[in-house]
C-alpha cells in the first residue's frame, strides 16, 4: 500500500473558522492532489501540487489554499469554512514512471455547522 | 480537456456472475492510461486496474478485466464471478501518459451492488 496518511480522518468545525487538513506521503512522488467527493459529482479537483512550492488551482478552488513546502507534506485550507465545504476530501499522489497512477489516503470527513 | 462519463448510476448482479461497468471517455491525448478504482463502504479509494492507450492487450488483474476499445473510446469495466465483496461505488479515470497535466480526471462512478 501507499504511504500517504491524512489527518485528520473525522472534523466538525463551525461555519467561519480556518480549517487545515494534511497529507503525508512517504512515497517521494512529485505530485499531490487534493480531491472532495461529493454524492453525484464524483471526485472533483481542488489543488494540486507538481513539486515543492509549485501548485495550482483545479475546477472547485474558491475558498481554499495548499501549501507544499516539503516534498511529503501538502495541506490544504479552508480559509473560512461554509456549509458548502461539508464533504469527505481525498488526498492523492502519483509518479510519472509509475503509469502515473494515483494512490489515495484514507479520506477525512469534515463536516462544518 | 478530458472527460470521462461513467452512464450507470447503479448496477445489480447476482453473485457469482459477470457483470460490466461502463466508461466512455473523451481526450485529445493521443497517449494516456485509464485505471478503475473500488471505493467500498468504508470509503478508501482501491487501485483496480490499468491500461495505456498503446497497449495491443486488453488488461487483467484476477477477476477484473478491462474491456478497452480504442476507436469507441470506451474501457469498460468487467467483474467475473462477482463475489458479495465487490458490492462497492467504482470510479473510472484517466491521466495524459506523455507530457501535458498529470492530473487524473474521474467519473461521477457506478454503484455495484451484489445478491446472494
Known amino acids: 500500500d501507499a504511504g500517504i496518511t491524512q489527518s485528520p480522518r473525522h472534523k466538525v468545525t463551525e461555519t467561519g473558522t480556518p480549517v487545515t487538513l494534511r497529507c503525508h506521503q512517504t512515497?517521494?512522488?512529485?505530485?499531490m492532489y487534493w480531491y472532495r467527493q461529493d454524492p453525484g459529482h464524483g471526485l472533483r479537483l481542488i489543488h494540486y501540487?507538481?513539486?515543492?512550492?509549485?501548485?495550482d488551482k483545479g475546477e472547485v478552488s474558491d475558498g481554499y489554499s495548499v501549501s507544499r513546502s516539503k516534498t511529503e507534506d501538502f495541506l490544504l485550507t479552508l480559509e473560512s469554512a461554509t456549509s458548502s465545504q461539508t464533504s469527505v476530501y481525498f488526498c492523492?499522489?502519483?509518479?510519472?514512471?509509475?503509469?502515473?497512477?494515483?494512490?489515495f489516503g484514507q479520506g477525512t470527513r469534515l463536516t462544518v455547522v | 480537456a478530458q472527460k470521462i462519463t461513467q452512464t450507470q448510476p447503479g448496477m445489480f448482479v447476482q453473485e457469482k456472475e459477470a457483470v460490466t461497468l461502463d466508461c466512455t471517455y473523451d481526450t485529445s491525448d493521443q497517449s494516456y492510461g485509464l485505471f478503475w478504482y473500488k471505493q467500498p463502504s468504508s470509503g478508501e479509494m482501491i487501485f483496480l486496474i490499468y491500461q495505456g492507450s498503446y497497449d495491443e492487450q486488453n488488461a487483467t488483474e484476477g477477476r477484473y478485466s478491462l474491456n478497452f476499445q480504442k476507436a469507441r473510446k470506451s474501457a469498460n469495466l468487467v467483474i467475473s464471478a462477482s463475489q458479495l465483496g465487490d458490492s462497492a461505488m467504482y470510479f473510472c479515470a484517466m491521466v495524459p501518459k506523455w507530457g501535458g497535466s498529470y492530473i487524473p480526471t474521474f467519473g461521477r462512478g457506478t454503484s455495484l451492488i451484489v445478491h446472494p
Open positions: 492523492a499522489i502519483s509518479e510519472s514512471d509509475r503509469n502515473r497512477v494515483a494512490f
Open positions: 501540487s507538481y513539486g515543492v512550492k509549485d501548485t
Open positions: 512515497e517521494n512522488h512529485r505530485y
